[in-house]
């Protein structure tokens, strides 16, 4: 079993930044592949970006290429989400997931984390 809980998020203005953190527990290997989701009222999930288990590999949605980074410290078992040049559209509950195999769905979800980003 793994546990996830988020923190870092809050209210800033647009332009400004905010990272985010992920914290997991439990098994090692199925936190092989950690991503960064969010969900906004009335919208679909959203894919915001994931890393593997080296930090080696990468991946963003088109909508925070160039302006997030993930990254993870494997030894203090956590994911960050450092968010600059932040837009009011990035307003949304940020959630952590994680999973064992590439080829597997997420399975292990946090509790989410509020950012609101102002005009």
């Known amino acids: 079993q793994v546990q996830l809980v988020e923190s870092g998020g809050g209210l800033v203005q647009a332009g400004g930044s905010l990272r985010l953190s992920c914290a997991a527990s439990g098994r090692a290997y199925s936190t092989n592949f950690m991503a960064w989701f969010r969900q906004a009222p009335e919208k679909e999930r959203e894919f915001v970006a994931a890393?593997?288990?080296?930090?080696?590999?990468?991946a963003y949605g088109d909508s925070v290429k160039g302006r997030f980074t993930i990254s993870r410290d494997n030894a203090k078992n956590t994911v960050y989400l450092q968010m600059n040049s932040l837009k009011p559209e990035d307003t949304a509950v940020y959630y952590c997931?994680?999973?064992?195999?590439?080829?597997?769905?997420?399975?292990?979800w946090g509790q989410g984390t509020q950012v609101t980003v102002s005009s």
């Open positions: 997931a994680a999973k064992g195999s590439l080829s597997s769905q997420y399975e292990y």
């Open positions: 890393i593997n288990w080296s930090g080696g590999t990468t």
